[in-house]
């Protein structure tokens, strides 16, 4: 599974390692339970986490310069 999702990451132009951060630190705040819905902001070819993971590599270098 994990040899999936790595695949699917580079399949979609992102970053495997800044991809798999963001879901370990978003995904446990996240109630599927309540709203299953959100699954889909996690997925690598969704247009919001691509912009979620740009803003996040943003804020990383300026605080990093």
Do not use: G, R
Request: proline content about 5%; hydrophobic content about 45%.
């Amino acid at each position: 599974m994990v040899y999936s999702i790595i695949l699917t990451t580079l399949a979609n132009d992102l970053k495997v390692y800044d991809y798999l951060v963001y879901l370990l630190k978003q995904m446990p705040n996240t109630d599927f339970d309540q709203h299953p819905e959100l699954i889909e902001k996690f997925i690598p070819w969704s247009k919001e986490l691509q912009d979620d993971l740009l803003c996040m590599l943003t804020v990383t270098v300026i605080v990093a310069c």
